[in-house]
């Protein structure tokens, strides 16, 4: 398994993947969209996506790779302010979790946020969520004690500090 930062002529691929993430039975609490709604968003969607997540300077998409086959995804937001960063659309494929592809993705954003002054990284994640919830506790990612209210229902804002 690799992990690496997309590409800008990935799009229909970050298309498929995201896809397959919406179709996780999880998915409703996650993620902010339907099947439905990424599937009619126009080719240039995919294509801007795909640009700015590969080289955009506010954020960076990385995927894990098992050969061809893309297991997984984790975009990082730079901080509009302060000195911490944000995980959002992580998603990896059921045969595949358990199997550190987690680890690697958030060791690859981390080390992205860290690149750009951040001492932090944080997430949003459903109080629901209890299987993503525990990964998350098991890579150090603490609760702040703030919950949010997301398009989905209250999430749990969870911290972790990024090694100097």
């Known amino acids: 398994m690799r992990v690496r ?7 229909e691929r970050v298309r498929a993947l995201r896809l397959e993430a919406l ?3 999880a998915a409703g609490l996650a993620f902010h969209e339907t099947r439905e ?6 080719e240039s969607f995919w294509t801007d996506r795909a640009i700015t997540g590969s080289l955009g300077d506010d954020s960076a998409q990385y995927i894990a790779e098992d050969g061809a086959r893309w297991v997984g995804t984790a975009t990082v937001l730079a901080a509009r302010s302060g000195r911490g960063a944000l995980l959002v659309g ?4 059921a045969d595949h979790r358990g199997a550190g592809v987690l680890d690697a993705l958030v ?3 981390g080390e992205w946020a ?4 951040a001492d932090e990284i ?8 209890h299987r993503a919830q525990a990964a998350y506790r098991r890579l150090g990612f603490t609760p702040t004690g ?4 997301g398009p989905n229902g209250q999430e749990l804002a969870m911290t972790r500090p990024l090694a100097g």
Not at 37 to 42: H, K, L, M
Not at 114 to 117: E, F, P, S
Not at 146 to 149: G, M
């Open 5 to 11: 930062r997309i590409l800008a002529t990935d799009a």
């Open 23 to 25: 179709d996780d039975p």
């Open 90 to 93: 992580v998603f990896v494929s």
């Open 37 to 42: 709604t990424a599937e009619a968003r126009p």
């Open 122 to 129: 944080g997430l949003e994640v459903h109080v629901d969520n």
């Open 107 to 109: 060791d690859a954003a």
């Open 146 to 149: 703030v919950t949010v209210t």
């Open 114 to 117: 860290r690149a750009r002054g």
